[in-house]
């Protein structure tokens, strides 16, 4: 089984090779489904005229399938992917000559996270993203909380440009935490930004949300 991913709201490729193991044989019909079901929702029939005629009979996807036989291997495309894309594929190709060829695919479209939420100590959101004011010595955690995704995002805390906390929690299969505890604050931690970035893919930019430290 081929796997393909792709991200919410972008193109899902699924292959499918219709080219003959028998030489000067060619495909003749190409019918996708989806799941167990047994009504097709794309048919390629190459024997109606010189460029073949293609019909959508699904309206789940409401015209946003095409399928391009000329590249190699050929493709079938899903514009606008929704989650509900996600699935087991089959590609059915008939030939002239060889016999019948089913190839599945599994697609699987990543939802990117939704929302962060920053938090003290005592759980409680931190107005105007301004943590503090604090004494210098004191230590103190704070945590961001991600929601929404699938898969669930990674969850990471960034200071000037670097990873300082990339410990993740979930916490249901919606949630997940990370939390950061800075301990001993010193005069240089005044005005210093902690970056909380969720992310799922290499596609999409991550979510962030960042706060300010106060001191007195």
């Known amino acids: 089984m081929h796997l393909s991913e792709a991200v919410q709201g972008t193109v899902g490729q699924l292959e499918c090779n219709i080219t003959s193991p028998i030489s ?9 489904y989806k799941g167990a079901q047994t009504i097709p929702f794309y048919t390629f029939d190459a024997r109606d005229v010189r460029e073949g005629s293609h019909r959508s009979s699904n309206s789940s996807f409401d015209g946003r399938t095409n399928f391009y036989p000329n590249r190699t ?4 495309e899903i514009l606008q992917t929704k989650p509900t894309d996600s699935g087991i594929y089959r590609c059915r190709v008939d030939f002239h000559k060889s016999p019948t060829r089913n190839t599945r695919v599994q697609l699987t479209v990543i939802v990117p996270p939704e929302k ?3 938090v003290d ?3 409680s959101h931190i107005r105007h993203y ?3 004011p604090y004494n210098e010595g004191a230590t103190i955690n704070i945590t961001c909380i991600s929601t929404g995704g699938r898969p669930l995002p990674k969850v990471q805390w960034w200071y000037e440009n670097k990873v300082i906390n990339n410990t993740s929690v979930v916490l249901s299969d919606k949630r997940v935490k990370n939390t950061l505890v800075l301990h ?3 005069r240089k931690h005044l005005k210093s930004v902690f970056t909380c970035q969720a992310a799922n893919n290499n596609v999409t930019n991550p979510i962030s949300a960042s706060i300010t430290l106060d001191m007195n």
């Open 121 to 123: 100590e005592k759980g």
């Open 24 to 32: 000067g044989d060619r495909a003749i019909l190409v019918i996708w």
């Open 130 to 132: 301004i943590l503090g």
């Open 184 to 186: 001993r604050l010193e």
């Open 73 to 76: 291997p050929a493709m079938l």
């Open 116 to 118: 962060l939420l920053i």
